[in-house]
C-alpha cells in the first residue's frame, strides 16, 4: 500500500478536488490524464486554448452544450488545494485495510464505463476482499430508510438467497431497506473471495455513516466492502447521495427497490438504473402502505418489472435462457388437455347415476357421434366410466 | 313483455339448442338469419349445400379452419329440440322481471360486437334497469373466491369508489372478489336508471348460483342487472363459466383482478380482455399471499397493469387526457428547481455558523463567482440568509 502508483496518488488528489460527476474536471482528466491535470491545477496558468478547445469537445461528446470555461472551473478547484493531500489520505485508507482502485488497474469494474465521461475517478475501497464482481453477479437492492417489517422481510429473504445464488448485494449505508439488505447477504455464505455484499457510501469511507450502522458497516468492511468516490474525511450531502446512486446503478445488473414511498430516493436509483439501460425489479406490496407506494408507480408506468423473491430475480439478471425459473409447481388440472366436445361432455357426465348415452347428446349439446368417441377419450384418461349400460364421471 | 317478436322468440329457442360460443351454430344463425336458423334445425333436411358452404366462409372469416359438417353440428342440436319452449322461458324471465335483449335491439351493448362471430345468441336481462352502458362506463372487478380481508377491503373500496365516479361494476356471482365487488358497488349511489353493477352468470338467471349469494343476487337484480346468455333453468358448468369470462372482458373498458392465485378463473377473464385488446389492471399485495400471485403473475408477464385505487382505474379507462389522476400531492422539496452548483452551495451552507465566501468555495468546490449568484438566487428562496459579514442556511 506504500507503494502508490503516480496515477493512483494524482486520481486520489483528484477525487479531493472535484465533486463527483463534475463534468469539465472529468474533461480536464481525459484531455491531460489524472498527472498532468493535477499539474495544471496546481500551476498558475489559468489560460489554455487548447487544453480548453479539447474539454469543450469532450463536454460536447458527452451531451454537455455549454459550459463555464476553463477560468471558472479552475477557481473552484484551486481553493481546495490547501486540503490536498493524496499520501495522507491513501495511508489512511491503508490503515483502516483498504486500496484505492482507479481506472488503470484491471481490476477497475468495467460495468462503470458505462457512465462515460461521469464515471468515477476512482473508488476508494475499504475491505479485504479485492474485487467487485461483474456487474452480471451484482444485484442492488435499495429502498426506503423508514422501512416496514413487510419490507424488512422480504430484503432480507432476498437477499440471502441472492448470495445463496453467488450474486453479490449492493446497497446504500442507510437504515431500513439498505441495512436489511447487508444484513441478509451477511447471513448467507459467499465463495472464498466474492464479497457477499458492498456499501456504496455518499461519504468517506473512514466515516461510517449514519453511526448507528457502524458495527453493520464494520462487518461489511470483514466480509465484502465498503465503497466511495470521495476521499476519507468527506462528508455525505444531498448532492453526493444523488451521486452515490449512480454508482449503485451502475455496479448492477439489476437495481430491485423492496419499498420506497411515492417520492424517494430508491426512486432515483431505479431512474440511474433505467437510464444506463439496466433493469430495474420493483417489488408489490399493500395498496395501503405508503412505504410500497413507490414501488406500484415504478410498476404503473412500466420503469420496473414485478419481482417477488430472489428468484424472479436471478432470472431477470440471467441472460436469455439463463436462470430461467422452473415454471411454478401447480397441479395441472386433468381438464387442461381437453378439445370443448369433450369438455363439455365432461361437464354433462353426472357424478353418481349413470345416464343413456341419448340424454348427454342433451345435456352437452353434441351429437352421438362425438359423444360416443368423446366418451372413449374420457374413459382412457379415467375421467368416466361405464356403469351398466350408462356413463358416469370417474372419481379422482 | 308477452310481445315477444318472432327474432326474440327465435333466439331465446337458439340459447336452449346451443351451447354458448357453439361456432358453427352461430354460423348457421349468420347465414339464414335467426327464425330461419330455428326453422332449420327443427326441419328434417341433413343435408344443404349452400348453407355449408356458406357457414364454412363464415367460420372462416372467424379463424376456424374446420369444422365437422352441417350433418353433425346438426345432430348435437336436434336432441335438444324436445326441451325448446321459448315461450315458456321468456314467460319465466318475464315473472322475475327481466327481458331478453337481442343483438337487434337497439339497446345491444355494442362492445359484444367485439367477439364478432362469438358473440351471444342473446342475453337474458333480469332486473329493473334496462340498459348496459356503454363499454368506456363498465369496469370488470374479478378474482378469487378465497378472497382475504385484505382483497375484500381493496374491491369493496374500488368498486364503491368507481360507482361514485359513474362507473357500472361488472363481475361474476362466485363468492369471494366477485361478491366484494358487487357488495362495494351496491354500498354507493349511482345515477338513476345506471346499474351499478351487473352479475354476468354462467347458468340461467332465474337459478341464483351459489345459493349463498342468493340475496346478494337479488339486490342485484333490483338495483343492477343479472345477466346470462343461456336460458332460465340452465346449470353452471365449467365450460360456462369459462365462456361466461369472455363476456365479462367483453362489456367491459377495464377488467381488474383483485387477487387471484397463480392459477386462477379470474387470469382467464383477464386473458379474454387482452384478446379484446380491453385493458387489465392487476392490484398488487404481499408477495407472502397465495392470492396476490396471480396478480403479481400478471404484472410481471406484463399483461398487466398495476393499479392500486379507483383514480388508477379511472385513468386507465379514460381517453388520453380524460380522467388523469391529478398528481399525487406531495410537498415538493424546495431545493427540487434548484441547479447541480447551487444544489452543492447549498448543501455546504452551516446550519448554525455563518461561514465566509472563501470558506464556501472550497466546501461546495465551485469559484467564487459561482457562490455569489448562487447564494443571490437562494437568498431570494428563502434558503441561505446573510449574517454578519457571512452566509448560513436559512432555517425553514
Same mark, same amino acid.
Given at each position: 500500500?506504500?507503494?502508490?502508483?503516480? +496515477?493512483?496518488?494524482?486520481?486520489?488528489?483528484?477525487?479531493?478536488?472535484?465533486?463527483?460527476?463534475?463534468?469539465?474536471? $472529468?474533461?480536464?482528466? *481525459?484531455?491531460?490524464?489524472?498527472?498532468?491535470?493535477?499539474?495544471?491545477?496546481?500551476?498558475?496558468?489559468?489560460?489554455?486554448?487548447? !487544453?480548453?478547445?479539447?474539454?469543450?469537445?469532450? $463536454?460536447?461528446?458527452?451531451?454537455?452544450?455549454?459550459?463555464?470555461?476553463?477560468?471558472?472551473?479552475?477557481?473552484?478547484? *484551486?481553493?481546495?488545494?490547501?486540503?490536498?493531500?493524496?499520501?495522507?489520505? /491513501?495511508?489512511?485508507?491503508?490503515?483502516?485495510?483498504?486500496?484505492?482502485?482507479?481506472?488503470?488497474? =484491471?481490476?477497475?469494474?468495467?460495468?462503470?464505463?458505462?457512465?462515460?465521461?461521469?464515471?468515477?475517478?476512482?473508488?476508494?475501497?475499504?475491505?479485504?476482499?479485492?474485487?467487485?464482481?461483474?456487474?452480471?453477479?451484482?444485484?442492488? !437492492?435499495?429502498?426506503?430508510?423508514?422501512?416496514?417489517?413487510? &419490507?424488512?422481510? +422480504?430484503?432480507?429473504?432476498?437477499?440471502?438467497?441472492? +448470495?445463496?445464488?453467488?450474486?453479490?448485494?449492493?446497497?446504500?449505508?442507510?437504515?431500513?431497506?439498505?441495512?436489511?439488505?447487508?444484513?441478509?447477504?451477511?447471513?448467507?455464505?459467499?465463495? =472464498?473471495?466474492?464479497?457477499?455484499?458492498?456499501?456504496?457510501?455518499?461519504?468517506?469511507?473512514?466515516?461510517?455513516?449514519?453511526?448507528?450502522?457502524?458495527?453493520?458497516?464494520?462487518?461489511?468492511?470483514?466480509?465484502?466492502?465498503?465503497?466511495?468516490?470521495?476521499?476519507?474525511?468527506?462528508?455525505?450531502?444531498?448532492? *453526493?447521495?444523488?451521486?452515490?446512486?449512480?454508482?449503485?446503478?451502475?455496479?448492477?445488473? +439489476?437495481?430491485?427497490?423492496?419499498?420506497?414511498?411515492?417520492?424517494?430516493?430508491?426512486?432515483?436509483?431505479?431512474?440511474?438504473?433505467?437510464?444506463?439501460?439496466?433493469? @430495474?425489479?420493483?417489488?408489490?406490496?399493500?395498496?395501503?402502505?405508503?412505504?410500497?407506494?413507490?414501488?406500484?408507480?415504478?410498476?404503473?408506468?412500466?420503469?420496473?418489472?414485478?419481482?417477488?423473491?430472489?428468484?424472479?430475480?436471478?432470472?431477470?439478471?440471467?441472460?436469455?435462457?439463463?436462470? /430461467?425459473?422452473?415454471?411454478?409447481?401447480?397441479?395441472?388440472?386433468?381438464?387442461?388437455?381437453?378439445?370443448?366436445?369433450?369438455?363439455?361432455? $365432461?361437464?354433462?357426465?353426472? $357424478? *353418481?347415476?349413470?345416464?343413456?348415452?341419448?340424454?348427454?347428446?342433451?345435456?352437452?349439446?353434441?351429437?352421438?357421434?362425438? @359423444?360416443?368417441?368423446?366418451?372413449?377419450?374420457?374413459?382412457?384418461?379415467?375421467?368416466?366410466?361405464? @356403469? &351398466?349400460?350408462?356413463?358416469?364421471?370417474?372419481?379422482?
Amino acid at each position: 500500500m506504500n507503494n502508490n502508483s503516480g +496515477v493512483q496518488i494524482a486520481r486520489a488528489a483528484l477525487t479531493r478536488l472535484m465533486e463527483p460527476s463534475d463534468m469539465p474536471g $472529468l474533461a480536464l482528466i *481525459r484531455v491531460l490524464g489524472p498527472e498532468d491535470a493535477v499539474a495544471f491545477i496546481r500551476g498558475s496558468d489559468s489560460t489554455h486554448p487548447k !487544453v480548453e478547445q479539447e474539454m469543450t469537445e469532450a $463536454l460536447q461528446d458527452a451531451g454537455t452544450e455549454s459550459w463555464s470555461g476553463l477560468a471558472d472551473v479552475l477557481g473552484r478547484w *484551486r481553493p481546495r488545494l490547501a486540503d490536498v493531500s493524496p499520501e495522507r489520505d /491513501l495511508a489512511t485508507l491503508a490503515r483502516l485495510g483498504g486500496s484505492l482502485l482507479v481506472p488503470e488497474d =484491471p481490476h477497475w469494474p468495467r460495468a462503470l464505463d458505462d457512465l462515460e465521461l461521469g464515471a468515477p475517478i476512482a473508488l476508494w475501497c475499504r475491505g479485504n476482499v479485492r474485487d467487485i464482481p461483474a456487474q452480471e453477479r451484482c444485484i442492488a !437492492v435499495v429502498g426506503s430508510r423508514d422501512s416496514t417489517s413487510y &419490507g424488512a422481510n +422480504v430484503t432480507g429473504e432476498i437477499t440471502h438467497s441472492l +448470495v445463496q445464488r453467488h450474486y453479490t448485494v449492493i446497497s446504500g449505508g442507510a437504515y431500513g431497506i439498505d441495512a436489511n439488505a447487508h444484513r441478509g447477504a451477511l447471513s448467507a455464505s459467499a465463495e =472464498p473471495g466474492v464479497p457477499v455484499t458492498i456499501a456504496v457510501m455518499a461519504g468517506g469511507v473512514d466515516r461510517f455513516y449514519p453511526s448507528g450502522n457502524d458495527e453493520l458497516l464494520r462487518t461489511i468492511a470483514e466480509r465484502g466492502l465498503v465503497v466511495a468516490e470521495v476521499p476519507p474525511g468527506t462528508n455525505p450531502t444531498r448532492y *453526493r447521495f444523488l451521486q452515490r446512486n449512480r454508482l449503485i446503478a451502475a455496479l448492477c445488473q +439489476v437495481t430491485v427497490v423492496v419499498e420506497a414511498r411515492w417520492r424517494s430516493g430508491a426512486l432515483n436509483t431505479a431512474r440511474h438504473a433505467e437510464m444506463l439501460s439496466r433493469t @430495474v425489479g420493483a417489488v408489490p406490496g399493500s395498496v395501503y402502505s405508503a412505504n410500497s407506494a413507490g414501488c406500484h408507480r415504478l410498476l404503473r408506468e412500466g420503469a420496473a418489472v414485478c419481482v417477488t423473491d430472489a428468484a424472479d430475480i436471478a432470472e431477470l439478471a440471467g441472460a436469455a435462457g439463463e436462470n /430461467l425459473r422452473p415454471d411454478q409447481p401447480v397441479e395441472a388440472a386433468i381438464y387442461d388437455g381437453l378439445g370443448t366436445s369433450d369438455l363439455l361432455l $365432461l361437464d354433462a357426465l353426472p $357424478l *353418481r347415476t349413470a345416464t343413456t348415452l341419448d340424454k348427454l347428446c342433451v345435456v352437452a349439446g353434441l351429437s352421438p357421434a362425438t @359423444v360416443l368417441s368423446g366418451l372413449g377419450r374420457l374413459e382412457s384418461l379415467g375421467l368416466a366410466e361405464r @356403469v &351398466g349400460g350408462g356413463w358416469k364421471r370417474r372419481s379422482q
